[in-house]
């Protein structure tokens, strides 16, 4: 068997080959082409083993590799091997991979499929236009700011807001800006509503995003967007390794009889994590046992942990609804929160 560790950049790899007994066959620089990749490999003729850390083009180096080699990809922050290197190159480094590959060492990544890997595009494209027209919306207000202008529309962006905005007094300069910035929120509020049609088509055909949108605060966005960013369920063992993959735990340092704790760690995925805190806000208003659950919490945490931990809770939920195939119970769910929980429901 011979392994090959690469340090894998947009323009070129910088490849290093061990054989079993961890002697350096090959050490060398490979344009990032498939011709070139394929020539590389094809020298071997024993069979290959490639790791390369994740990042954001792998999927085309896996695809111009073929399927000629077996490839590895590493979770680029556990390896501490090459993060805590005092001397840090493009040799180093891959021949760091190519001794932990050997050797078996290496914090594997999961490979998420074509399909969700386009699926993670989609829903991910939807919250980038969102995210943009609300910059948008903000610098109209700050155009209406800088003037000293005021409104009193609940939301300025609706109807009547709309017809008042077309009519304000601005001087000319900032009419035509103000003009920009609306056509603008035009443009992208059309590519929302087409996104979200894609959204309704995607969530009436897979039954999963159906158990998902009986989870109190989770729509047919928030369901497309956990099946994408979760993959298969069955890669998390248990509801723990799902709520680490969130970030949604608290971290923790403990050595001999030290122990120290603090805020939830933000690590793995930022967009898992953003939606299930957004979905524990709306779950909050609308769900009795979810609102009794944070406000137990509330007397004694700060409103923003107390959000968190619901988040968490609900998460636990989302492991739960695709590990079994079932829909969400609101009395299971305030039994699980505590006796408390259950007798506060049963009360309403």
């Known amino acids: ?30 344009a990032n082409e498939r011709t070139a990749l394929r020539a590389y490999f094809s020298r071997f003729r024993k069979p290959v083993r490639v790791a390369v850390e ?16 077996e490839l590895r990809l590493v979770h680029s922050a556990r390896v501490k091997a090459i ?25 594997e990544a999961w490979m998420a499929d074509e399909g969700t890997r386009e699926l993670r595009q989609q ?6 236009l969102v995210r943009q027209r609300t910059r948008l919306k903000n610098q109209v207000h700050a155009v209406l700011h800088q003037h000293g202008v005021r409104h009193r529309f609940t939301d300025l962006f609706g109807a009547a807001g709309r017809v008042w905005l077309e009519t304000v007094p601005l001087p000319l300069v900032p009419r035509q800006v103000l003009r920009t910035y609306l056509e603008l929120i035009d443009q992208f509020s059309v590519r929302i509503l087409e996104q979200d049609k894609s959204v309704k088509q995607f969530t009436k055909k897979d039954p999963r995003a159906k158990w998902l949108m009986t989870i109190p605060g989770i729509g047919p966005y928030s369901a497309m967007l956990l099946l994408a960013e979760i ?15 969130a970030g949604l735990v ?28 957004e979905a ?20 004694r945490k700060h409103r923003n942990v107390a959000v968190v931990a619901v988040a968490r809770k609900l998460l636990v939920a989302v492991w739960a609804l695709l590990q079994h195939g079932e829909c969400f119970d609101e009395r299971k769910f305030a039994q699980s929160c505590g006796k408390d929980g259950a007798r506060r429901l049963g009360k309403r």
């Not at 805590?84 to 991979?97: E, F, P, Q, V, W």
């Not at 993959?231 to 993959?245: A, C």
Request: with cysteine; hydrophobic share 40%.
């Open 231 to 245: 993959g298969q369920i069955h890669r998390f063992p248990d509801k723990q390794g799902l709520s680490n993959y």
């Open 54 to 69: 994740a990042c954001g083009f792998w999927p085309a180096f896996r695809e111009a590799i073929g399927d000629q080699v």
């Open 250 to 277: 608290p971290w923790l340092r403990e050595s001999a009889d030290k122990r120290r704790s603090g805020g939830i760690t933000r690590v793995g995925s930022p967009w898992l994590r953003w939606i299930m805190v």
């Open 83 to 107: 993060a805590a290197a005092k001397l840090k190159n493009d040799r180093i480094d891959s021949g760091t991979l190519a001794h932990l590959l050997r050797c078996d060492l290496l914090p």
């Open 123 to 128: 829903v991910r494209l939807r919250a980038t």
């Open 280 to 299: 524990a806000q709306t779950a909050v208003r609308t769900s009795p046992a979810v609102r009794s659950y944070f406000e137990r919490l509330r007397q």
């Open 1 to 30: 068997m011979i392994h090959v560790g690469v340090d894998l950049h947009q323009e070129f790899c910088y490849m290093t080959a061990l054989d079993s007994r961890g002697r350096q066959l090959n050490a060398q620089a490979v």
